[in-house]
């Protein structure tokens, strides 16, 4: 992380991160680093997180959290304009959790964008003070080092990884934890340190992320957490495509075929609706054809212009469970989610911008909710 960091304290924000710092000429006042042209805290230790915290309680003001890994996008924006709607102050964290990455997944290429990060969240939080609706403001970034999210040493990315993990089964086996069996153990247990380190009332994720979102409303449920688990809808771009930190790898050539998934999963949402159809195969089929017809089309193309893909998985699955569905309920309703992988562009061209270090393979999920039908 750079040291462009202003504080209300004079002297050594760069020098000193970790901990706040009492005011000048003795008086008890904490003090902390706050983000350029805000009064944003960056908070960089549970202490320091604590420190800021505990006070609240007694004044009775209500806390978000809104967990992230940094590389902010409007996605993450939406998320903290929900919250500061609902609460009084609004946590960001700001912590790429190495516990969730796979060996052979993206954690030294994942984007690092502290500077740009601030300087969005200064600008969103001025907008947030503007606005009398909205209930608090963006008080705080919590910034913690992996020494102080994991004390004991971190456990390691493998499977075998002995050390101290939530583990939520069968769920963190299915569709995404099929490809990523290390992804939901490494979420749900940062997420339950993040959520005993700051405490929050109310916690705001992501619908982009639906497995996600199932997950930690059962560990809410299941671990008896003491909040209130907000799911925002996906903010896409124009042409569809979910917004994702990842979507700086694409690149241009790859970018341009990357809303395939979302139009299979309309595909099929308009098969459920429009056709009333109730079975997997009638409502996966036009989702499956619309990719087919789209990587035919691609295929047909010369190298030098095609961006290939791998469907992982189109799936229809229950929205408490995430086990496949045969049949949808209309009553329960579904989630209609996927996964592709956008491979390397081919023969690349002299100048051509393959996407963030150097256009690697990028996966890119995404999800439709088929709403329960309500009854008249
Ligand atoms: N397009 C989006 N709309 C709404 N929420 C989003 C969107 N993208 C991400 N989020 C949510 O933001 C939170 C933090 O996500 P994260 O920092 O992993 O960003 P990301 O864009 O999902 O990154 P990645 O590309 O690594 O998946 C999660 O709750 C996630 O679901
Ligand atoms: C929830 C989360 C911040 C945990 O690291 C991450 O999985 C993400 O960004 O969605
Ligand atoms: N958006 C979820 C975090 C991840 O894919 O690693």
Redesign the pocket.
Known sequence: MSCSLSTTAPSSACASPSSPRRSPRGSSRLTHETLPSSSIKVLRSVDALRAWRNPLRQDHRTVALVPT?GALHQGHLALIRAAAAECHHVVVSLFL?PA??GRN?DLSS?PSTWDADAARLATLDRALADDAANLGRLSAVFAPSVHDMYPEGFPGQDVASDGSFVTITPLARLL?GAS?PT?FR??ATVCTKLFNAVQPDRVYF?Q??AQ?AVLIRRLVRDFLVPTHVVVVPTVREPDGLAL???NVYLGPRRRNVAPVLHHALRAAERAYETHASRHRDAILRPARDHASSVLAAQTALPPSQRALFEVDYLSLSDPDTMEELETVDPTRGAILSGAIKMLPAEDPQPGEDLGHSGGPAV?L?DNIILKPATTA
Do not use: C, H, L, T
């Open positions: 890994m959790n969730q990455f997944e994942y995404e990523r992804f490494g979420v992501g982009k992320d996600q994702s930190s990842r996966r999920i």
